[in-house]
């Protein structure tokens, strides 16, 4: 390898291990391209979300929609502009005019996104509910992946929204919910739509009927690459401290693995120090990527297909190599006469470091 590819690989090998260190208050880069209509609806859900910080960037949002648009190339413009006027004035003002006049992106729709109630009504009478459903019970072990089973709809849509709004896996939550009685599933559904105005869509969390649902309990930075995956619906649990942490193997075989167990100790005691009756999200930030954070990925054969092959390959992160390679462990499980279709990379064999 030349020197300088040599030395890029090697450094993103090294990053693959010390982003676990990263606290989730670090700073991330992002840029859309979005419809004003879908617009609309992501500022009313910032604004509805229970960390002070994603609320001011919905603020932050819709003030910049509203106000004049970036123009890229008003210079460029400017010095036509004036080549224009040279020749004609005239001709030069209308062309200024028409070029550099002042555009706003989206300021009609935009002008009526605020918080939704039904969203923030919902999650709190959610967390209430599954507090006292669940009545305190020890969050039980659970596999890196876990591909649920079919069952009624009814107990689908009800699980999923007590899943939503605690941290114990979908299977406990499910195993508690078909306890229940009809009448009390009914009433745990109830309070998922009681909120709901006449121009709400429905929480995402009804999004029901997949064939395949992967509950994966993952480190948070891993989670981050695989939550780019938008052809399925994601029913997200909040960030907490309760799963633990991952070590990585580069870690622990580099005999740096007390030293690294004494930071993510540091950083669970801070937490717990930040974290206050007035804002019980505050300590979350300083928590490190490497805690667990669990998700339910609902998806059809296709889309399980795709994360299975794409995230498997030598390029990618070990953290979500383990978790597409178990994806496809659970499908080959259930499904075996599926599993010859997938063109996945066994992420058990040999690791050759400088594939990055």
Do not use: W
């Amino acid at each position: 390898m030349a020197e300088d590819a040599y030395t890029r690989t090697l450094r993103a090998r090294a990053f693959d291990n010390s982003r676990y260190l990263l606290p989730l208050a670090t700073n991330t880069s992002l840029g859309q391209i979005v419809n004003a209509r879908t617009l609309e609806s992501q500022i009313a859900r910032l604004l509805s979300s229970p960390y002070s910080e994603v609320r001011h960037l919905g603020e932050l949002l819709k003030q910049a929609a509203r106000e004049t648009s970036f123009n890229l190339y008003a210079e460029s413009l400017r010095g036509l502009i004036e080549e224009i006027r040279k020749v004609n004035a005239d001709l030069g003002a209308k062309a200024e005019q028409q070029l550099l006049r002042p555009v706003k992106a989206a300021p009609t729709l935009v002008k009526y996104s605020n918080p939704s109630q039904y969203e923030i009504q919902s999650r709190k009478e959610l967390a209430q509910a599954a507090t006292q459903i669940m009545g305190g019970a020890p969050i039980q072990p659970a596999p890196l992946v876990d591909l649920v089973e079919g069952e009624p709809l009814e107990i689908e849509i009800a699980a999923t929204l007590l899943y939503s709004a605690c941290h114990y896996s979908y299977r406990q939550v499910r195993e508690r919910v078909e306890s229940l009685g009809a009448k009390q599933r009914e009433e745990i559904t109830a309070v998922g739509v009681r909120h709901r105005g006449l121009h709400d869509e429905l929480l995402r969390t009804f999004h029901s009927g997949q064939q395949f649902r992967f509950d994966i309990l993952m480190d948070v930075g891993g989670f981050r690459d695989m939550h780019r995956h938008r052809r399925c619906t994601q029913i997200e649990q909040g960030f907490t401290s309760a799963h633990g942490y991952e070590v990585p193997r580069d870690v622990t075989s580099a005999g740096l693995e007390e030293r690294y167990r004494r930071a993510m100790q540091r950083a669970f005691d801070i937490q717990h120090q930040f974290a206050s009756a007035a804002d019980p999200h505050a300590g979350l930030y300083v928590l490190p990527l490497a805690f667990r954070k669990r998700t339910l990925f609902k998806m059809d054969f296709a889309e399980a297909l795709y994360i299975a092959e794409l995230r498997t390959t030598e390029a990618g992160h070990f953290s979500y190599r383990n978790v597409a390679y178990a994806m496809y462990q659970e499908v080959a499980k259930r499904h075996p006469s599926l599993a010859s279709y997938f063109r996945v990379t066994d992420v058990n064999g040999p690791i050759d470091l400088l594939k990055r």
